[in-house]
């Protein structure tokens, strides 16, 4: 179903819907668990503590702050109070980088997360939000949601390439093409898969938040 302004609507029945987690597709969510990353060397618990990262890339101490966080609520909770210092242009960024992030999560988990996608077959995907019609979609009643669905639709777009293209292309991921994307005063490189080093380092990130 559609709407104009960018704004669509969704019959429930027909969509694949993600709000919590621990629900079946809940792995689809920016805050789900079990997807940690490495970005420059960095460890980040996962792609929402990314993405609220890269805020903020004149300022490393809120990035710092941000990553050691022990939850990815806690840290966009944390970066409400730096909201009026976000990059000014972020608004005309925020796609790209969101797009950066869901890439680099397939990447560095690319077993599971490319197997949840799949598994969608090809229902549109849609974050089901109370708040936010940006991001996700708002429910009308209970078979109707309507919003950007922003979030929903960079999803559907990644199950569209993994479906069309190999793996392999999917071991370098390049930054955005965005001034100034720094991550703790470095310039963000390629995220960069070595095969059997990153299993290794997840390991090691999970002693690391389960202490």
């Given at each position: 179903m559609n709407k104009t302004n960018n704004t669509r609507m969704y019959l429930r029945k027909n969509c694949v819907v993600f709000r919590?987690?621990?629900?079946?597709?809940?792995?689809?969510?920016?805050?789900?668990?079990g997807f940690p990353l490495e970005v420059n060397g960095v460890r980040i618990m996962n792609s929402e503590v990314?993405?609220?990262?890269?805020?903020?890339?004149?300022?490393?101490?809120?990035?710092?702050?941000?990553?050691?966080?022990r939850s990815p609520m806690t840290a966009k909770m944390k970066s409400k109070r730096y909201r009026e210092k976000t990059?000014?242009?972020?608004?005309?960024?925020?796609?790209?980088?969101?797009?950066?992030?869901?890439r680099i999560k397939l990447s560095q988990n690319w077993d599971i997360f490319s197997q949840l996608l799949r598994s969608t077959g090809d229902s549109p995907i849609v974050e089901e939000s109370r708040k936010d019609s940006f991001w996700g979609a708002k429910p009308i009643d209970d078979e109707i949601l309507e919003g950007v669905n922003a979030l929903g639709r960079l999803l559907m777009e990644l199950r569209e390439e993994i479906m069309t293209r190999k793996r392999e292309e999917f071991r370098e991921i390049k930054p955005p093409s965005i001034?100034?994307?720094?991550?703790?005063?470095?310039?963000?490189?390629?995220?960069?898969?070595?095969?059997?080093?990153?299993?290794?380092?997840?390991t090691l990130f999970y002693r690391k938040i389960r202490k």
């Open positions: 919590k987690t621990h629900e079946k597709f809940g792995g689809l969510s920016n805050m789900a668990p990314l993405y609220q990262v890269c805020r903020f890339p004149h300022l490393p101490d809120v990035q710092s702050l941000l990553i050691n966080q990059r000014t242009d972020w608004k005309s960024v925020r796609l790209k980088v969101m797009r950066w992030c869901l001034p100034r994307f720094l991550l703790l005063g470095k310039e963000i490189g390629s995220g960069r898969i070595l095969e059997g080093d990153y299993e290794c380092s997840k």
